[in-house]
């Protein structure tokens, strides 16, 4: 059974994205073993420069980094990354799976994205749209995928 972690900067803060994340976490169970990671984001000030953006990027990135281990597949969502369609997301879980790596990790960078050491760890970079999403509604828009993706390589009706 394939590993998933989504390795995300911060907690969902509603409700509603609360409940959303367990239903399809719990859905996913009979497909992979998930394991969502939540780091707490960088305290920066209200109105911060670069240069601290940049710190507490590579603050984060460490401490992201250190989540992985060598043989995971990571993939990095972020705006610049490539966009694919939901079958080709369920092909890449399942070419990943054959590949021998059992565990995939999936980053979610906070509101000022992720570090560059992150993205060039990433196997992948995807972008879930060119639209901008908030990076909580991004983490459920990747789990309903992720359940998407083993209910295309199933055959299940999920998927129209």
């Known amino acids: 059974m394939l590993n998933i972690n989504i390795i995300c900067i ?6 509603y994205l609360r409940s ?9 169970q009979a497909f992979c073993k998930l394991n969502i990671i939540e ?14 953006i940049e710190a507490a990027l590579d603050e984060e990135a460490e401490r ?28 890449k879980m399942n070419e990943i799976a054959l590949s021998g790596s ?4 999936f980053i979610i960078g ?7 050491a992150v993205k060039q760890a990433a196997k992948l970079r995807l972008s879930m749209s060119p639209m901008t999403f908030p990076h909580q509604l991004a983490r459920v828009m990747l789990l309903e995928q992720i359940y998407r ?12």
């Not at 911060?10 to 409700?15: H, N, R, S, Y």
Request: charged share 25%.
């Open 10 to 15: 911060g907690k969902l803060k509603e409700d």
């Open 20 to 28: 959303a994340s367990a239903e399809y976490s719990k859905r996913l």
């Open 39 to 52: 780091l707490n984001p960088c305290r920066l000030p209200e109105e911060p420069n670069q240069s601290q």
């Open 64 to 91: 992201i980094l250190a989540k992985t281990g060598k043989s995971d597949y990571i993939i990095a969502l972020c705006i610049e990354g490539k966009e694919i369609s939901s079958e080709q997301l369920s092909s």
């Open 102 to 105: 059992g565990t995939v990790s």
């Open 110 to 116: 906070g509101s000022h994205g992720l570090s560059p």
């Open 149 to 160: 993706s083993f209910m295309i390589s199933s055959g299940g009706k999920y998927h129209k």
